[in-house]
């Protein structure tokens, strides 16, 4: 009986362990395809470490393009840090992307390698110059300007003190065209070019108009609402330069060929026009390369005469003659160069097309020798045309 029962505690035993082995063996052996899928999971992973922990150095230079100023060590696809360096007598411009300061650094782009940004510094300078707004148009102001010819104590703009920040606050009427200047030569001119905004809340007040120059900075300022406007120019006279390659440029004529990167024209709308428009009357001329050597001529030969708001003029042209039609705006004694001029865009029927041609800068030109009769609504704004030889 003793022995029996001692075989029987055995096998037992051996039991237990065989269906404890088995057990162990179910669950640790792996699945060949789990562990593919984990494995390369976890060399993707592994990768994307790599990538992210990967770190650039970005430098930050001095004006010159070549004096360190700082450096930053930034991971892949984060961004640089931008701050504001400090140098004694200087003004800090900006972070630009290249050495030539042509255009700002954008801190909002992921850094994704090595990269430079230089420093735009200028020389802390006073501004001694004195402003003018020049131009023409129906405003109190700009009627009695006529292009900057005259410049009254009221057209000058008041100095911020301590500042190189001039500002005025005028009357605008809507088609006005102005620029700042410092004389009326138009020399240190600032024009649309440098305006930071011509709209607010979606709306135009001011287009950038054209100008004799192919650069906008010299462009005419044209109003689109009429109203009360501040308008402030700030400068930076330490980073002026000057377009020493015009042909027409000498030490003499300099200042008419002045520009700068910095300067800067803001405006704000103050509300509806203070003053009320004063009485003007509004003629009409022709001004052609042989009718008048492009020369603005008053004389009553040139001028349209007027019958119930529509202006007619019979003259004789030379064919080819190039030539349009200009203003003169006068508002009680004082008379000045307007700024609307009739082109052949304002040509449309057929009639009218069949005599005359029109250049790519939209001057009409004469098709053949005759009399001439021209018909103008300021109303539609539509030029008639008609001939006889």
């Not at 035993?13 to 179910?26: E, H, N, R, T």
């Not at 992973?45 to 393009?65: C, H, L, N, S």
């Not at 148009?137 to 900057?148: D, I, R």
Request: hydrophobic letters at 30%; aromatic letters at 12%; glycine letters at 8%.
């Amino acid at each position: 009986m003793k022995r029996k029962k001692v075989s029987i505690i055995i096998a037992a035993a051996v039991l237990s362990m065989s269906v404890l082995y088995g057990c162990g063996s179910k669950d640790t052996t792996p699945d060949s395809t789990q562990e593919s899928v984990q494995g390369e999971t976890t060399e993707e992973t592994k990768q994307a470490d790599a990538e992210t922990a990967e770190t650039f150095t970005v430098t930050f230079y001095d004006t010159d393009g070549t004096t360190v100023l700082s450096t930053e060590e930034v991971k892949n696809g984060e961004l640089a840090t931008e701050y504001v360096p400090e140098k004694e007598n200087q003004m800090f411009m900006g972070w630009f992307a290249t050495p030539s300061l042509a255009h700002a650094f954008d801190f909002t782009a992921p850094v994704t390698g090595d990269v430079g940004v230089f420093a735009g510094f200028m020389e802390n300078v006073e501004d001694t110059r004195t402003f003018a707004i020049v131009g023409s148009g129906t405003s109190p102001l700009l009627s009695v300007s006529s292009w900057g010819k005259t410049i009254n104590e009221e057209h000058y703009m008041t100095k911020s003190e301590g500042e190189n920040v001039y500002s005025i606050t005028l009357d605008l009427c809507e088609g006005d065209e102005f620029q700042f200047a410092i004389d009326s030569s138009w020399n240190n001119q600032r024009g649309g070019g440098y305006m930071t905004t011509t709209s607010m809340d979606g709306k135009d007040y001011f287009v950038v108009s054209g100008g004799l120059s192919d650069s906008n900075k010299k462009s005419n300022i044209k109003c689109a609402v009429s109203g009360n406007y501040t308008l402030t120019l700030t400068t930076y006279p330490g980073a002026d330069v000057y377009d020493t390659e015009n042909s027409y440029y000498t030490e003499e004529t300099k200042e008419n060929y002045n520009s700068n990167p910095y300067d800067k024209i803001e405006w704000t709308y103050n509300g509806e026009m203070v003053a009320e428009q004063a009485d003007l009357d509004i003629a009409y001329y022709i001004k052609g390369a042989i009718i008048t050597n492009w020369e603005d001529k008053y004389d009553e030969e040139y001028k349209f005469t007027e019958t119930d708001g529509v202006h007619t003029l019979t003259i004789a042209l030379e064919e080819g003659d190039e030539f349009l039609l200009t203003t003169l705006v006068t508002v009680g004694e004082e008379s000045s160069v307007g700024n609307e001029y009739v082109r052949y865009s304002n040509i449309s029927d057929e009639a009218s097309l069949s005599f005359v041609d029109g250049t790519e800068s939209q001057n009409i030109v004469a098709k053949q020798a005759g009399t001439y009769t021209f018909t103008y609504n300021p109303d539609t704004k539509e030029l008639k045309v008609d001939f006889a030889e």
